[in-house]
């Protein structure tokens, strides 16, 4: 049965010949029943460690861990009945495929004759009933991951946990396998919560994405609101391909009007945000994708260093006038060369801004709320 | 020919380099062969013909064309062979399965658990490695001569077991080093314990290990001299190794009767290296002896 996954004041330190290393800091959320979350966050922000402590591998140095209503904070991790799919696959080599998928019935002591039924309903959804009696060895990457899900899912968990599972596998792989560990999820009455730092996969499977600067929660939400709302540059440069355009800024007034300037462009903005904050350094964020060549509200100067094709579109690497790299993408730039000078136009609705810290002081809405200010 | 290897920069063509390559190959082959062979071969000539026949005409005779079991038979008849064959056999397959057992526990408790010491430990068992049984024989000697052990089957096993465990357990701790944790971690998360985990799938896993381990450990105990010299003392104890020895020594016992039993001593390691070498060759290239 699916229970929420509870994490109270989190903290896992790791001690070496007397440094401190905090792999994570104070981590507390609520992960619902039955959803589908994923730990998202570059290599090294503590992800895998919180996957690890929440299985039972790893003790957190302080916090408390619970399954609903039960704390599992000193539970080994064969009490808590989680799966667990490993980056390294981690197959038994000495196992057929059938063994393997069944070696966690069998410890539970399900007989032999209960245990095929499953592990062949197990195969059969994840294609690999031909490759039951076979050897580990004898499997593509791809059959093999299978197998480990196949693993997970005969055991019917309370928690499925999944750590890269697919980070070695090549990117057609990843493609049919995202579809198999959702389908797993739809079968299974379980929490799951997938690792990756490959933030496409967090996009496009979870129902919730939980986002890790260097062991902290920088930001827990939907996939959608990760986007549209980031908290952070920190979360609007992760999230997107390719990342968040951050173009530096102040804080101008004029007649009472306030706005955004940056290098060829001043932004109109709300007074009850903004009116305290004159003369203050900001960053002005705007999605790729965002920045347009049939013009918009304001206008950029790009100069053109690299053009990618991605299929239908392009992209352009390039900077501003004043050397802040800046990429745009769009369909329309297939001429561009090397060191053509690009307008392109952009919307303040689109619009992300972020504090010197690097915090948001507002999305896009916020800025259109108030009507244009005349000049 | 392994990809990159070859004629970047030389002088000589790469053909003409991958032919002078196999030609060494081949040659120091041939003369590794000849120099083992040779003297296999001539335990065996002599072994299987009688005396008489080696000895004609004043030269060694080592053409076989007559074919005796003479020299077994006065083996058989005159000597203590078949107990001291016996006594090899009890002592090698207790410290096989001593040192054995000890090098997996060690070994995977090396691997696995952080303790103090334990860099101390390690440093210590390779240390340990470095010794000439001759140094450890004395102060054995000494200790079952107090613990009144000396002459018996269990003396000579714990000594044995004492020269080949520092390699073994240290050939173990190399070979867990390979077997990924996550293995044992996805057993436990299944609700398998510890001690489960250990039957299921670390042994299995680390079979390869443990077989040269005890390849290793079976070599240096039906091999020993010193130690069952020093251990033991009466005729009926003597391992094989020593009463052969002791053959030279006795005027009706001549070259043989020594071949034909050390025809009998090389029969055990044939056996094992021809059945066990791909798990021979595995371990060791896990412990960095290719």
């Known amino acids: ?375 | 020919m392994a990809l990159g290897e070859g004629a970047a920069g030389s002088i000589l063509p790469q053909s003409l380099q991958t032919r002078l390559k196999r030609i060494a190959v081949i040659l120091t082959a041939a003369l590794v062969a000849i120099f083992v062979t040779i003297p296999v071969y001539i335990m065996v000539a002599i072994a299987v013909q009688s005396p008489a026949d080696v000895f004609r005409g004043g030269t060694v005779h080592l053409i076989v064309d007559t074919l005796t079991f003479r020299n077994f038979r006065v083996l058989l008849e005159d000597t203590n062979t078949v107990q001291y064959f016996i006594n090899s056999l009890i002592v090698t397959a207790g410290a096989t399965t001593m040192s054995t057992a000890l090098a997996v526990a060690a070994g995977y408790g090396l691997t696995r658990f952080e303790f103090t010491g334990k860099t101390l430990a390690a440093r210590a068992v390779l240390f340990a490695y470095m010794f000439s049984p001759i140094v450890l024989a004395i102060p054995l000697y000494v200790i079952f001569y107090s613990l009144g052990l000396l002459d018996s089957y269990f003396a000579l096993t714990m000594a044995l077991t004492a020269i080949s465990a520092p390699f073994t357990i240290w050939l173990m701790w190399q070979y867990f080093q390979t077997v990924p944790i996550s293995l044992e971690e996805s057993a436990w998360i299944r609700g398998a314990s510890r001690t489960r985990t250990l039957w299921d799938v670390v042994l299995p896993v680390a079979r390869p290990g443990y077989i040269s381990a005890a390849i290793f450990s079976f070599a240096v105990a039906w091999n020993d001299f010193t130690m069952a010299r020093v251990v033991m003392s009466s005729d009926e104890m003597y391992t094989i190794t020593v009463g052969a020895s002791l053959f030279l020594d006795r005027v009706t016992i001549g070259w043989g009767e020594t071949m034909a039993v050390s025809l009998l001593i090389s029969i055990p390691p044939f056996l094992i290296a021809v059945f066990l070498q791909n798990y021979l060759l595995q371990g060791f290239n896990v412990g960095g002896l290719e």
């Not at chain 1, 402590?53 to 064969?78: K, N, R």
């Not at chain 1, 964020?285 to 965002?290: E, I, K, N, T």
């Open chain 1, 1 to 375: 049965m699916a229970r929420a996954i509870h994490l109270d004041s989190i903290r896992k330190e790791y001690r070496t010949a007397g440094s401190v290393h905090v792999a994570v800091d104070d981590l507390s959320l609520t992960i619902p029943e039955g959803s589908f979350t994923t730990l998202v966050g570059p290599s090294g922000c503590g992800k895998t460690t919180t996957l690890r402590m929440v299985a039972g591998l790893e003790t957190p140095t302080s916090g408390e861990i619970a399954f609903g209503d039960e704390d599992v904070t000193d539970q080994a991790p064969q009490q808590r009945n989680c799966a667990m799919v490993f980056q390294s696959i981690a197959l038994y080599p000495h196992m057929t495929v059938r063994q393997n998928i069944g070696y966690g019935l069998k410890v539970q002591g399900v007989p032999k004759a209960e245990r095929d039924p499953k592990i062949d309903e197990a195969a059969e959804t994840l294609q690999i009933t031909e490759q039951l009696e076979k050897m580990p060895s004898e499997l593509s990457g791809g059959q093999q991951q299978r197998v480990a899900l196949g693993s997970a899912f005969v055991q019917d968990p309370d928690v499925l946990l999944l750590d890269e599972p697919m980070s070695d596998l090549d990117a057609k792989l990843k493609a049919e396998l995202r579809v198999e560990v959702q389908r797993l999820h739809q079968e299974l009455d379980a929490t799951v919560l997938y690792v990756t730092h490959d933030q496409t996969e967090a996009m496009t499977m979870s129902d919730q994405v939980i986002l890790l600067n260097e062991g902290r929660l920088e930001q827990f939400a939907p996939p959608g609101e990760l986007f549209d709302y980031p908290v952070s540059d920190y979360v609007a440069r992760f999230i997107g391909t390719p990342s968040t355009n951050l173009l530096p800024a102040v804080v101008g007034e004029r007649d009472g009007a306030y706005a955004l300037e940056g290098d060829g462009f001043a932004v109109s903005a709300p007074a009850d945000i903004f009116a305290d904050r004159v003369g203050e350094s900001i960053t002005v964020g705007v999605r790729p994708q965002y920045l347009s060549s049939e013009g918009g509200e304001y206008e950029l100067t790009v100069v053109a260093e690299v053009v990618e094709q991605l299929g239908t579109e392009f992209v352009v690497h390039g900077h501003t006038p004043d050397g802040t790299a800046v990429d745009v993408v769009s369909t329309e730039f297939g001429g561009v060369e090397h060191g053509d000078e690009l307008r392109v136009g952009f919307d303040p609705a689109d619009l992300f801004v972020f504090d010197a810290e690097g915090q948001t002081l507002c999305h896009g809405d916020d800025l259109t709320k108030s009507p244009p200010q005349s000049h």
